[in-house]
């Protein structure tokens, strides 16, 4: 997998210390001559988030794991991140990043709820947000430092009475899509969220959308199979749901897990060959 | 006239013989000239609320508001010059993000009324500025509860149940001695948050005087459990009781006379 | 000399470890564009498929657009740096009509996208652009650049995942290489073909490069660049237009002008 998208660790150097390379960064040399000023790759990360438009906004998903490297360092940690009234991010990849880039967010959010009591404007909308965000990651690519994550960014335009759903990444990449996945979650969720939204709303998109239940309930499948097949994932996770009603963060939750088949894979199972 | 200052009024970094900072206190006329400006720390939460003259019959409707936010749960409502209380407000939102950046959590309201004092306090000391032509309301809610600071031009900050600044400021002063007093009373409860409202509307109208200036609107914000312990605008419909209920009370207290 | 170098930074196993790990701060996102000249119109195309690898991002994302009245440009390589990079050039489009109370010329357009491109020579915009529209004699016009800068104006250009498929196609139709005028006729005169020879033209390498280059596909959008005064029968009369085909004029941008452009949109297939 291309490793841009691939947030956990690169491969290590295997050494005494790290046999099995589970450690997130290598051991750094004892003296170099080139300057090592800028991240260069993530260390406590999280996995892949989803996102589906449905009828009447958009939902949004995310486990609750903050890995090291391998190691399952922090279970409960929230990657679903509500901005104003009607914007919600979902954000994958280096946690402290994740951290930096919402206090930032924050607080220029409150700054402008300051101000507008006398400069009277429009709230930020989600498209706003979402530039701000493209602007601010693509700034930092731009320097080579980047903030190593890649984002979701789920809303409900208000003025406009449509829902808002694009991609941003640590390289200042930007897209957008009625279903969205990042990281490990492009490969296996997103082909089956393609195919449950097009089995309603056609491929030109031009039908009827899944019902609030109905994408709930993809969004849970596609969090199992993730969970069955990401070895950087937890099955707990939470869902955002924006809508005109503003935005909802579930509690976390789990999905109901069948391993039996494993008991006959090689490797899993008490046989040894 | 001639005795006003003899020469020790020229700069704000000369002290007059008898100890006094001319500049300092002429910044003071700036505020009482002003329409007035009332806080009223109450049980639940605090009110602001001004009394915004309307020089000129041109102006817009609830243009060039006086009271304005720092944080979500921090108001500041100034008296004198308009432009200096914009300039203070906006050093309390740099102030504001400072602390939140370096503790990250709220700025307490009184660190930042602190603060801001001792920006102000600078403006007193040096030659080549002026002091401030404000005195500024801080209100807020922080985890110690409601709080309402003052802050005047010379940089010293008091804490209030209730204050008054700027034109017939003497006189509301004594009116929210009595509201408090019931407060201090034995077993007195202060007020809440809804009747401070009606109160400092009430005594908006008193101190008004209709000889000088024609026009004024009322402008009221509050932190209040109604406002979900924000910084926000009194409801339109509590703040157009409030101010028929003063101008009614006022108009009862003309005939009474 | 040599006795003395240093070992080269390679050599030191510590120095590879680091390399490995360098962020990489490009990426390759796909799709084609193209773009012919006739003599009294442009076309530029591009497809709508934005990828990654074998990922496909989206099927709508868009990598033509209009400049002027009378120029459009198109970016392919890594998106991120062709959507800044037409951000950027708009800017500065604007400041001269500030300026200049007039939309900026196609060849004054070439060499401010020239010299943008090569402002960041040591670290380029991995964009590769194609600027069609028409030119101060009212004849189409392309103009075409790699991702430093280096530029020519052209008949016609392909760039892009499927630019090794569509080239050596447009070679043939618009340059006319490796064919033979029949005995006694014209001379072959490239730029010269009527707009519905090169629509089909256009169309047929979209559709063609979407059979065969994964990273093709999703829709089309095609825009034409019409000389002032020039008949739109040809476009949008009503037997021109294939299956699922839109058209859709662009109103003026600027106020002189009066050339005229259309944006055509179809679908591509989307396996």
Known sequence: MNQLHSFQAVPSTRNAFDAYSTLPEPPRPQSTHAPRAHTQQPIVTGTSVLGIKYEGGVMLAADNLASYGSLARFKDIQRLHPLGDNTCLAVAGDMSDFQYMTKLLDATLRADRSVSLTDTHPPFSPQNIYTYLSNLYYARRSKVNPLWNAILVGGWDKEKKESFLAYVDLLGTTYSAPTLATGIGAHIAQPLLREAYEAKAGVDGKGPLLTGQEAEELLDTCMKVLFYRDARSLNKYQIATISNDGVKISDSKSSETEWGFAEGLRGYGPQTQ | MSSIGTGYDLSVSTYSPDGRLFQVEYAGKAVEAAGVAIGLRCSDGVVLGVERILHSKLLVKGANRRIQSLDDSIGLASAGLLADGVHLADRGRDEVWNFRETYNAPIPTQILADRLSMYVQAYTAYSSVRPFGVSSLVAGVDKTGPRLFCIEPSGVFYGYRGYAVGKGAVLARTELEKAVGKETEEGGVALTCREGVLEVARIIHLVHDDNKDKEFELEMTWISPESNMKHAVVPADLLAEADAKGKAALEEGMEED | ?271
């Not at chain 3, 943008?116 to 590769?128: K, S, V």
């Not at chain 3, 529209?133 to 392309?142: K, M, R």
């Not at chain 3, 280096?150 to 080239?167: M, P, T, V």
């Not at chain 3, 001379?187 to 994964?214: C, K, M, N, Q, Y």
């Open chain 3, 1 to 271: 000399m040599a006795l003395f170098a240093p070992p080269p930074m390679y050599a030191d196993p510590t120095m590879a470890a680091d390399k490995q790990h360098a962020f990489n701060p490009y990426s390759e996102n796909g799709g084609s564009i193209l773009a012919i000249a006739g003599a009294d119109f442009t076309v530029i195309a591009g497809d709508t498929r934005q990828s990654e690898g074998y990922s496909i991002q989206t099927r709508y994302a868009r990598k033509v657009w209009q400049l002027t009245d009378r120029c459009v440009i198109a970016t392919n390589g890594f998106a991120a740096d062709g959507n800044n990079f037409v951000k950027r050039i708009k800017q500065r489009l604007e400041w001269y009509e500030h300026a200049h109370q007039k939309q900026m010329s196609i060849k004054a357009i070439a060499r401010l996208t020239q010299t943008m491109l090569y402002g960041n020579r040591f670290f380029p915009y991995f964009a590769y652009v194609i600027l069609g529209g028409i030119d101060e004699d009212g004849t189409g016009a392309v103009y075409s650049f790699d991702p430093i800068g280096s530029y020519e104006r052209e008949a016609c250009r392909a760039a892009g995942a499927a630019q090794s498929l569509i080239q050596p196609f447009l070679d043939n139709q618009i340059y006319f290489r490796n064919q033979t005028p029949a005995p006694g006729a014209e001379p072959f005169v490239p730029g010269r073909l009527p707009l519905s020879t090169v629509l089909g033209l256009v169309i047929d390498s979209f559709t063609s490069a979407t059979e065969r280059e994964i990273a093709v596909g999703d829709g089309l959008e095609l825009y034409v660049v019409m000389k002032k005064g020039r008949t739109t029968d040809d476009l949008v009369g009503s037997d021109n237009l294939i299956k699922n085909m839109q058209v859709q004029e662009l109103g003026a941008l600027g106020e002189g002008g009066s050339e005229r452009t259309f944006l055509v949109s179809l679908p591509l297939k989307r396996d």
